[in-house]
Nanobody, 126 residues
Framework: QVQLVESGGGLVQAGGSLRLSCTAS????????FGWFRQAPRTERQFVAA????????YYANSVRGRFTISRDNPKNTVYLQMNSLKPEDTAVYYC???????????????????WGQGTQVTVSS
């Protein structure tokens, strides 16, 4: 079955960096687009970034553009989220999500992703 496994979360001071990884199995990786979403306590799940199946296009939430970078390594079946200049408001559980390349909905639409990881906690201290 399909599995998305996130790793790389942790505790970091404001201004620091983390790199999240999402390794996928059970699917044809190159045919899938991937997104990162996050959810803080008592808030809705929020779009962070997405990357197309070819890796040729990236999309970012305004709140992270210029600080976060999404990338993919198809031979390793892995998607990354490099997070720099972290702020306390970036604190959340970060989820990796996948959708088939035939999906046409907006990249920030979390309902268009049908495969999700279990999440990894990112905590940024002030």
């Amino acid at each position: 079955q399909v599995q998305l496994v996130e790793s790389g979360g942790g505790l970091v001071q404001a201004g620091g960096s983390l790199r999240l990884s999402c390794t996928a199995s059970g699917l044809t990786f190159r045919q899938y687009e991937f997104g990162w979403f996050r959810q803080a306590p008592r808030t809705e799940r929020q779009f962070v970034a997405a990357i197309t199946f070819s890796g040729g296009n990236e999309y970012y939430a305004n709140s992270v553009r210029g600080r976060f970078t999404i990338s993919r390594d198809n031979p390793k079946n892995t998607v990354y989220l490099q997070m720099n200049s972290l702020k306390p408001e970036d604190t959340a559980v970060y989820y990796c999500a996948a959708r088939h390349m035939s999906e046409t909905a907006s990249y920030n639409d979390n309902t268009s992703y049908d495969k999700w990881g279990q999440g990894t906690q990112v905590t940024v201290s002030s």
